[in-house]
């Protein structure tokens, strides 16, 4: 049963636009959410994070957007850079828990020159 | 800090086989996790331990995977026998009880044939 979900495998996008990728969560529990990002051949690294008390949370290019009543959470890569092509998952946890992180199945973004 | 290491890099093996993957956490770590990617579930968690005890391990497939930490520095996790349906890319992920925040290793490609 997959508590989070990302419902688009993947996305393509010009460099210097906007990349957007959604994630969905079942769990209420869920207190924390992360994204982390994947280049081929290499693990999975953390790129950014946002606490359930938040509902918004930007580094540098990198915004992230949580909507509770929704269950909803979005990264927003702006611009985008070719270097951003990678698979990204989003991630949730829950204090209570013990902090396991679930994950999506990850949205592989393509950034096209 | 070199890292959570994870060996071998890559692993392939015939149907039947018994398979060992190694993972060596970050000094320091008390959680070690054991994930497995695929393209349809993303990363899937396996099992996980919390000062080399094993916590949940409700995520191991079948009776045919088993996985151990017998100290804080190294942990094993083993496929016997092995199956064509396990061909996917095992990872490594440690952390510190105080953090949201896993580190990953760079993961074992297993391939069964």
């Known amino acids: 049963d997959q508590q989070v979900k990302q419902n688009s495998p993947s996305l393509s996008v010009q460099e210097g636009r906007i990349s957007i990728l959604n994630c969905d969560y079942t769990n209420s529990m869920f207190d924390y959410f992360l994204w982390y990002k994947k280049y081929p051949a290499e693990g999975p690294t953390f790129l950014i994070s946002?606490?359930?008390?938040?509902d918004k949370n930007e580094d540098g290019r990198f915004t992230v957007f949580l909507n509770k009543s929704a269950k909803h959470l979005s990264l927003h890569i702006v611009p985008s850079q070719p270097g951003d092509s990678a698979v990204y998952f989003c991630?949730?946890?829950?204090?209570?828990?013990?902090?396991?992180?679930?994950f999506g199945a990850g949205t592989t973004v393509t950034v096209r020159a | 800090d070199a890292g959570v290491i994870q060996s071998p890099r890559h692993e392939v093996t015939e149907m039947g086989q018994e398979v060992t993957l190694r993972c060596k956490p970050i000094?320091?770590?008390?959680?070690l996790f054991w994930y497995r990617q695929t393209m349809m579930r993303g990363l899937e968690l396996l099992i996980y331990?919390?000062?080399?005890?094993?916590?949940?391990d409700s995520g191991m497939p079948e009776d045919r995977f088993s996985a151990k930490m017998p100290n804080a520095s190294f942990s094993t996790l083993k496929i016997q026998p092995s199956e064509p349906r396990d061909s996917a890319v095992y990872f490594c992920?440690?952390?510190?009880?105080?953090?949201?925040?896993?580190?990953f290793g760079s993961g074992t490609r297993l391939t069964v044939v």
């Open positions: 946002i606490s359930s008390i938040k």
């Open positions: 331990f919390n000062n080399n005890v094993p916590i949940d």
């Open positions: 991630a949730a946890s829950a204090m209570i828990n013990d902090y396991k992180l679930s």
């Open positions: 000094s320091g770590h008390d959680y």
């Open positions: 992920a440690s952390r510190t009880g105080r953090s949201y925040g896993y580190t």
